[in-house]
């Protein structure tokens, strides 16, 4: 099983978003997914129970701080949605189930410096210095070609970390979640070029 953790701190930065649509697409492919969420509030899990049957099937995976369960048996994959302020034992769990880490991050010097100590401190962490974690950063609502987005990719590389691509801002993401949905769930043509920004970070995901 490989289990995929999305965390930042900082609150508002597509977290949600960006763990729904990545279970999306592993229910897209015909993998077994499940979708675990850590945050007290469970959006994800809220918006699961959004998602019609007729769907390609997302596992809702329950994990208790202080009681973790395992997984269902046999599950190919997990994305795991952490809550804003994610630390101590909530933060020890995600990493400690983790092989991927994925941060993202809207590409502004606010958004930058409040995530800066989080992405150092993953920096760090033995299990990503040998390579047992895979940590990358996905730049949230940003126009690629913009200053903003080349301040990213400075300030990350500073640290090392990959930047993995960048999703734009768009209403597709919020009125395809009002539904279940993702954007694998709908026509291409809808959301053509969303599918075109999710490319690499997919590859970087199904590289073992």
Same mark, same amino acid.
């Given at each position: ?63 208790? &701080? @202080? *009681? ?6 046999? /599950?190919?994959?997990? %994305? ?5 302020? !994610?630390? #101590? ?52 609502? &940003? @126009? *690629? ?6 301040? /990213?990719?400075?300030? %990350? ?5 990959? !930047?993995? #691509? ?43």
């Amino acid at each position: 099983m490989t289990v995929i953790v999305v965390a930042n701190p900082k609150g508002g930065v597509g977290k949600s978003t960006l763990a729904t649509n990545l279970a999306g697409y592993y229910a897209a492919q015909g993998e077994w997914v499940a979708l675990a969420d850590l945050d007290k509030q469970r959006s994800s899990h809220a918006w699961l129970s959004l998602r019609a049957e007729t769907l390609p099937k997302i596992e809702e995976w329950g994990i208790d &701080v @202080d *009681a973790p369960s395992k997984p269902p048996k046999g /599950l190919e994959k997990a %994305v795991v949605d952490t809550p804003a302020g !994610v630390h #101590g034992n909530r933060l020890a769990l995600a990493l400690e189930l983790a092989d991927k880490v994925i941060v993202p991050l809207q590409p502004s010097m606010f958004d930058i410096l409040a995530t800066q100590d989080f992405l150092a401190r993953l920096a760090k962490e033995k299990a990503v210095r040998k390579g047992a974690i895979q940590v990358g950063v996905v730049g949230m609502r &940003v @126009d *690629a070609r913009t200053r903003s987005a080349d301040q /990213l990719h400075r300030f %990350v590389e500073g640290l090392d970390l990959p !930047v993995l #691509g960048f999703l734009r801002d768009t209403q597709n993401y919020v009125q395809l979640a009002a539904h279940g949905l993702t954007v694998w769930d709908v026509a291409k043509s809808r959301v053509e070029k969303d599918l075109e920004q999710w490319a690499p970070i997919v590859e970087w995901v199904s590289r073992k």
